[in-house]
């Protein structure tokens, strides 16, 4: 771990440590009021006085140990954007003798292989992926009847006194607008790639 990590992790744990403080000062007042308020009901001017102060003191307390952790948590944040250049700088430097080792023994030929076999992959993966979602809301609607999601969309809307109807023919009204679908060789291009991933 380097020294700004390190100061990173200490500037983190004080300003947790400053948080709890705070919420236990903020505690201690709320339980100064409450004696007060004891005081005053039983008519002890001097003692409700006396809690008085202290609620304004562990305020005051509180509202200091917030300060004070806000004031480290912003240099905590600036140590943070340090630490994560330091390291990108670190990936560019490998990411750019890489690319020089590839640069210096580019093949035109190899580089549109690789990308082509990636692009297949990648259209496969689309394929497999748009069969899933598709079974997979099937699934959904077969396994939950759209009378019972209504019905219980009803009942919460009814406890709630919210009107869905009107939004709901909204939403149920057909658009104009139509998705033009992929032509009959892309459809038997894709399904020779579905079979041959199920395969």
């Known amino acids: 771990m380097s020294g700004l990590e390190k100061a990173l992790f200490n500037l983190k744990f004080t300003a947790k440590?400053?948080?709890?403080?705070?919420?236990?000062?903020?505690?201690?007042?709320?339980?100064?009021?409450?004696?007060?308020?004891k005081a005053i009901q039983q008519g002890h001017a001097d003692i409700a006085k006396i809690y008085a102060q202290n609620a304004i003191r562990k305020q005051n307390e509180r509202l200091n140990l917030l300060r004070l952790a806000g004031r480290i948590d912003a240099v905590s944040s600036r140590v943070q954007t340090a630490v994560t250049m330091r390291q990108v700088t670190g990936s560019m430097a490998n990411?750019?003798?890489?690319?020089?080792?590839?640069?210096?023994?580019?093949?035109l030929e190899k580089i549109s292989a690789v990308m082509d076999r990636f692009e297949t992959q990648f259209e496969d993966l689309d394929v497999a992926t748009g069969y899933y979602e598709n079974a997979t809301s099937q699934a959904t609607a077969v396994?939950?009847?759209?009378?019972?999601?209504?019905?219980?969309?009803?009942?919460?809307?009814?406890?709630?006194?919210?009107?869905?109807?009107?939004?709901m023919d909204e939403q149920a009204a057909p658009t104009n607008?139509?998705?033009?679908?992929?032509?009959e060789v892309e459809e038997d291009g894709l399904g020779e790639r579905l079979r041959a991933l199920r395969s």
């Open 95 to 107: 990411v750019v003798k890489g690319m020089d080792g590839a640069m210096k023994a580019m093949d």
């Open 17 to 37: 440590q400053l948080n709890r403080q705070a919420a236990k000062a903020g505690k201690d007042e709320l339980t100064e009021k409450n004696k007060l308020k």
């Open 177 to 183: 607008k139509t998705k033009a679908g992929p032509s």
């Open 143 to 167: 396994g939950t009847p759209q009378d019972d999601v209504d019905r219980l969309m009803n009942q919460v809307a009814d406890e709630a006194g919210v009107e869905i109807r009107q939004e």
